[in-house]
């Protein structure tokens, strides 16, 4: 029986690069959080990266104490409140640049792990029934609630081995859909393709871009 591989686990040299770069390159990895002693974990489907020169950001704006995590060391963690809810960003290269993860799907390694989708189904339902386990962390918002990251636990620390990790594991994407982010108001750079989006997941994230009104080469590209 051969010994389990050591997870490894992502640490500030992967986050200290472009922000497009630790974008796409998150794709695949698993970020992961202890609750109540249970390990919850969603697969990263789609990531937003932001840029200080480029209006979209929050750090374009300039520094503020509640910026603070963008000027900080790459790898440190962001969070802020997105219509009242939880948002996951995280660090990157050059000061002011950061990563959104944008959605996920739950990570299941084993069948021990059918307690940890219990879990996150607790903690994320719908108004009046039990939400599907595809669709637990479809979205920036959901998967924060899935996995319990709150903005006053969070914002502005490190990542911990024995509480909150991203990890690699023994996958790499087929493909990556590059398209524009989501939600970013006109006159905002939001031409800018700095969304990505695992193919292969590109039905349980925030929204598909592989739509019947969306052109490839035009709306998105496919790596």
């Known amino acids: 029986m051969k010994n389990k591989q050591k997870p490894n686990i992502l640490t500030s040299p992967f ?3 472009n922000a497009v770069i630790v974008a796409q390159e998150l794709i695949g990895k698993v970020i992961q ?3 109540k ?3 919850l974990k969603a697969q990263v489907i789609e990531t937003e990266a932001y840029l200080k020169e480029e ?3 929050h ?3 300039g520094y503020t104490e509640k910026r603070k995590a963008l000027f900080m060391p790459p790898g440190t963690i962001y969070m802020y409140y997105s219509r ?3 948002t996951f960003n995280i660090s990157v290269g050059d000061e002011g640049d950061a990563v959104l993860i944008k959605a996920g799907v739950p990570f299941i390694e084993d069948e021990t792990d059918s307690k940890m989708i219990e879990v996150m189904k607790n903690l994320n339902p719908l108004t009046d029934q039990i939400r599907e386990t595809h669709k637990l962390c479809s979205g920036q918002t959901l998967l924060t609630k899935s996995l319990n ?3 006053p636990d969070w914002d502005q620390k490190q990542f911990h081995k024995d509480s909150l990790l991203i990890k690699h594991i023994d996958y790499i994407p087929t493909k990556i859909i590059q398209t524009t982010r989501l939600g970013i108001p006109k006159g905002r750079d939001e031409h800018l393709m700095y969304r990505f989006v695992d193919y292969e997941h590109a039905d349980k994230c925030t929204k598909n871009p592989l739509t019947k009104n969306k052109i490839e ?3 998105y590209y496919i790596h």
């Open 37 to 39: 002693n249970i390990w």
């Open 217 to 219: 080469g035009k709306d």
């Open 59 to 61: 750090s374009s704006l």
């Open 33 to 35: 959080h202890k609750y």
């Open 55 to 57: 209006k979209a950001s």
């Open 15 to 17: 986050f200290n690069r």
């Open 84 to 86: 009242g809810k939880d």
């Open 149 to 151: 990251l709150k903005v």
